[in-house]
C-alpha cells in the first residue's frame, strides 16, 4: 500500500525551529517528486516547498529563507526544517506525493502550532 | 490571498450539476497543467482531476475537468450528498515558481 506518514509537528513559541519528518512506503521514493502543503484552520490549501527526485528545491515566499526542505533517499524520507516560526506558519502540513500533473498521494497532516 | 481565483461557495440539488471556475493568468493556468482537489470534512485532499481534463484512478466519470485560456471549470454531474466537500484547484505559476492552490470552493448539495 502507498502512504506517507508525517511525524514532528508540535507546539512552539513564536522565534522556534521544528523539524518535521515523513515517511514514504509502498514505492520507490527516490523516483518521486515531493512536497509540503499546509493547511491553517478553516483555510485553504498552501503550497509550502518542494523538491524533486533530482533534488532541486523550490519554495513559497511566505517561508523562502525560512524553511529548508530535503529529502533522504535511503531512508525513504522527507523532511521540513522550519525556522524562525511565526504565528502565521500554525497548520496542519501535509506530505504528499508529485507526479506530472498532480499530488496524488497524500499523508495524513501533522499539526504545528506557533504560540507563546 | 489566492492567484488562482475560485468561488468561496456553489449549491445544488441531488442529481443535478454544478460546475467550478477556477481564474488564473498566462503563468499559470495559461500555461501549465490543472489538477483539481476534492476535500472532505476532517479528512486529507484527494486528487480527482490532473493534466486539466485526466480523471485520476478510481474517480467516477461525473467529475470532469477543462480548461479555455487562462481559467479552469471542474463539473460535477449527477450531484450526490457524499460529493459536499471542498474543491481546489492547482496549477504551476512559472513567474513564482511555485505551485498555486485556488482559495477552495465548498459544495453543498440541498
Known amino acids: 500500500e502507498v502512504q506517507l506518514v508525517e511525524s514532528g509537528g508540535d507546539l512552539v513559541q513564536p522565534g522556534g525551529s521544528l523539524r518535521l519528518s515523513c515517511t514514504a512506503s509502498?514505492?520507490?521514493?527516490?523516483?518521486?517528486?515531493m512536497h509540503w502543503v499546509r493547511q491553517a484552520a478553516g483555510g485553504g490549501l498552501e503550497w509550502v516547498s518542494g523538491?524533486?527526485?533530482?533534488?532541486?528545491?523550490n519554495y513559497a515566499d511566505s517561508v523562502k529563507g525560512r524553511f529548508t526542505i530535503s529529502r533522504e533517499n535511503g531512508k525513504n524520507s522527507l523532511y521540513l526544517q522550519m525556522n524562525s516560526l511565526r504565528v502565521g506558519d500554525t497548520s496542519v502540513y501535509y506530505c504528499?506525493?508529485?507526479?506530472?500533473?498532480?499530488?496524488?498521494?497524500w499523508g495524513q497532516g501533522t499539526t504545528v502550532t506557533v504560540s507563546s | 490571498q489566492s492567484v488562482l481565483t475560485q468561488p468561496p461557495s456553489v449549491s445544488a440539488a441531488p442529481g443535478q450539476k454544478v460546475t467550478i471556475s477556477c481564474s488564473g493568468s498566462?503563468?499559470?493556468?495559461?500555461?501549465?497543467?490543472v489538477s483539481w482537489y476534492q476535500q472532505l470534512p476532517g479528512a486529507a485532499p484527494k486528487v480527482l482531476i490532473y493534466?486539466?481534463?485526466k480523471q485520476f484512478s478510481a474517480v467516477p466519470d461525473r467529475f470532469s475537468g477543462s480548461v479555455s485560456g487562462t481559467s479552469a471549470t471542474l463539473g460535477i454531474t449527477g450531484l450526490q450528498t457524499g460529493d459536499e466537500a471542498d474543491y481546489y484547484c492547482?496549477?504551476?505559476?512559472?513567474?513564482?515558481?511555485?505551485?498555486?492552490f485556488g482559495g477552495g470552493t465548498k459544495l453543498t448539495v440541498l
Open positions: 498566462s503563468s499559470n493556468i495559461g500555461g501549465h497543467y
Open positions: 504528499t506525493r508529485g507526479v506530472p500533473g498532480a499530488l496524488d498521494v
Open positions: 493534466e486539466n481534463n
Open positions: 523538491i524533486g527526485h533530482g533534488g532541486d528545491t
Open positions: 492547482a496549477a504551476w505559476d512559472r513567474s513564482l515558481s511555485a505551485l498555486l
Open positions: 509502498g514505492f520507490t521514493f527516490s523516483g518521486y517528486d
